[in-house]
């Protein structure tokens, strides 16, 4: 029997083959989605890990910064901090905010009381939730901002009596005046709010803070100064001395060659007059006055030092200058060392002189000061004349280095844990 072919093909094949490519196609779209997704799952989750770790890096690196102010802040409470805190670690895992810092101060020589001009390294580790930031920064002393004027008194300062202002003052008091007095170059008038400033004394203003008086060692100056006893009597006296680096006119064979020396009182009345002292004289020593008059020529050895350091128990210092020149010939004393007694030289006080809060009176007309004049009390009249030197502020001066540590321009860093 013959099969008939109509020239159609069988379609049965084609639907099924079309079935399974759409299939297979819906499977590699849902896998891809899926894959996809949790792609995105596993980016999502590392994004926020890595934001938790980023965040608590930025946490971490704050309380590192909280503890380099902890520091300051314990530095600026305690005026004593030297002696009363150790050199290296100062706390262990101190608790802050969400964290812990743990906090080192080391001093350039390791020895946090030796030198309160030295810097310090303050080095803090700041931690949280084990993301770790170490910040280091050095930090400084500064010149005690009593040194920027020509005179500071603890209590009033009095200006009277032609007196010549020629830098500017502080009181923590009344500043007096009768009128009688000139006022030049940079001269300006300074006391707390709520004390009284005479009206004629300009310029004026109101400090917003309190200084804390100066106290320097007097067992750190002794260390350092070559004895002297001057002239004996009831009244120590210093007449025609000569006490430089060089030269010391009371033992020859004992010169201080930093020019640092120190007379003790022992209760007696001290006089200084027609005398050269170049660096620092000390005296110390209960008494009842210590008087600088006819002519003295005062100076300072060195800018770091101070000149004249009055322990005398807040007793009367008198500055009764009332000669105009401290003549070599007149006194028979080669003053300025030089192998001639020919020559002749101006009265004159620079540096700075500090007193144990005495009262202190500069007068007559040949009382020149070119510094600073530090005391409990100041009168200021007769002529006298007072200036300021600016680099006296710029000076490190033991004893007269301002506690309130400052960060060191530029020398922020984070280093490595």
């Known amino acids: ?11 049965r094949t084609a639907p099924s083959r079309r079935g399974v490519a759409v299939y297979l196609f819906v499977i590699a779209v849902s896998t891809i989605l899926v894959g996809t997704g949790l792609a995105l799952v596993a ?21 590192a910064l909280a503890g380099i102010e902890a520091a300051l802040g314990a530095m600026d409470a305690n005026t ?37 001009t030295d810097s310090v390294t303050i080095t803090s580790t700041g931690n949280v939730g084990g993301a770790v930031s170490r910040i280091q920064v050095t930090a400084a002393p500064r010149p005690y901002k009593a040194l920027e004027f020509a005179c500071f008194a603890q209590v009033y300062l009095d200006i009277r009596s032609n007196a010549v202002v020629a830098g500017p003052l502080r009181a923590h008091q009344e500043i007096y005046s009768d009128g ?57 006296r210093l007449s025609r001395y000569v006490l430089t ?39 110390h020593g209960t008494t009842k006055k210590v008087t600088l008059q006819r002519s003295c020529w005062i100076e300072s050895a060195g800018a770091s030092l101070p000149t004249l350091l009055l322990f005398t128990g807040g007793e009367e210092v008198d500055f009764n200058l009332d000669s105009a020149t401290l003549s070599e010939p007149g006194e028979n004393t080669d003053f300025n060392e030089d192998g001639d007694r020919i020559d002749s030289f101006p009265t004159d006080v620079r540096g700075l002189v500090w007193t144990e809060g005495s009262y202190i009176q500069i007068h007559r007309p040949y009382a020149s000061f070119t510094g600073c004049v530090i005391g409990g009390r100041i009168k200021v009249h007769d002529r006298a004349t007072v200036n300021d030197d600016p680099t006296l502020a710029q000076q490190m001066i033991p004893g007269f280095v301002d506690p309130d540590m400052k960060i060191v321009p530029g020398t922020w860093r984070e280093i490595q844990p």
Request: charged share 15%; hydrophobic share 30%; net charge neutral.
């Open 1 to 11: 029997m013959m099969r008939i072919n109509n020239g159609h093909r069988s379609t």
């Open 80 to 116: 004593n901090w030297r002696k009363s805190l150790a050199n290296g670690q100062w706390s262990v895992d101190a608790a802050f905010g969400p964290g812990t810092y743990t906090l080192s101060v080391a001093d350039t020589d390791g020895n946090l009381g030796d030198d309160e």
């Open 180 to 236: 009688n007095y000139d006022s030049e170059q940079n001269a300006l008038f300074e006391t707390m709010p709520g004390y009284y400033i005479a009206s004629s004394l300009q310029p004026s203003r109101y400090a917003t803070s309190a200084l804390p008086y100066p106290q320097p060692s007097l067992s750190y100056y002794l260390a350092l100064a070559t004895p002297i006893s001057g002239i004996a009597g009831s009244t120590a």
């Open 43 to 63: 980016v999502n989750r590392a994004d926020r890990r890595l934001h938790e770790s980023v965040h608590r890096s930025t946490q971490a690196r704050c309380v």
């Open 245 to 283: 680096p060089a030269t010391n006119s009371e033992a020859p064979g004992q010169v201080n060659k930093n020019g640092i020396y120190s007379l003790n009182a022992g209760g007696r009345d001290v006089v200084i007059e027609k005398s050269h002292i170049k660096g620092t004289l000390i005296i």
